[in-house]
């Protein structure tokens, strides 16, 4: 089994990384520099990034960065991915030096998602100052956030989050938009941390790679100060104000420039795994999040 501790970073692409500079600092009030090897580095704490903003032809999320505890436990997991019968590829000199890892195994699951586990993130000790006054994002072992990614092939997609990267189930939503069709299920995974969860499955396809990523502040001041700065921004709203049901985060959500949408809340569910019941829930949001908006 692979003992992940937290979303670490993701990858995403997008053709004009100017786009996503002016993203970054005026809507989400991070910091943006030059990665290693060409790119951008989009930081919000006190990591050199958590977010890695490459150039490519095709506006799209492209891999989820899991952390790994130590060298052992990355070896653990090299031989867990073996054992299984999984296929793996080790980051190149590049790849490492670019993630700022001590090393990397990339392996991608049945729905054509790219997992990147890595250990020893790379630290300059350098502060997080927002350009918009955010005082803080709420990450350290919880993670960066959570992402949620499609799952066309569901079932051995949910068996590889589980069986093989060693995730366990927070809750379930079976989405019904048609009474008579078969649900569309959405599983909420966690990991060694206590955020509500880090992964979500959902069982449909979506052109960007990613549903959503979500990230946190520390007050609902800072949500409400971010929807600002998207209206004044023209930045295409994906959801409106909102508090989830299972993890109890109040948030919206808002497009990225690489196609897929990014939630920002407040609030998020912490959670005793031991004491924790799994369950189903059967409508989003206590109130709001209304996603017809992002359709029109």
Known sequence: MIDIRGLSYFVAQIENLSEWQRYAEDVLGMMVTPAPGGGLYVKMDERPFRMLIVEGPEQRYLAS???????????????????????????????????????????????????????????????????????RFLTGDMGLGHAVLPAPNFDATLAFAKDVLGFELSDIFNFRPDPSAPPIRIHFLHCRNARHHSLALAEYPTPSGCVHVMVEVDSMTEVGRAHDRLLAHNVQLSATLGQHLNDQMTSFYMKTPSGFDLEYGFGGLQVDWAEHSAFEFTRVSIWGHDFSVGQQ
């Open 65 to 135: 960065g899991w952390e790994l505890a130590n060298d052992t436990a990355f070896q653990a997991a090299v031989k867990a991915l073996d054992q299984a019968g999984v296929s793996w590829e080790p980051g190149s000199a590049a790849q490492v030096e670019q993630r700022g890892v001590q090393a990397l195994a990339v392996v991608v699951d049945p729905s054509g998602n790219r997992h990147e586990l890595s250990w020893g993130h790379r630290s300059d000790c350098l502060p997080f100052v927002s350009p918009q006054g955010v005082p």
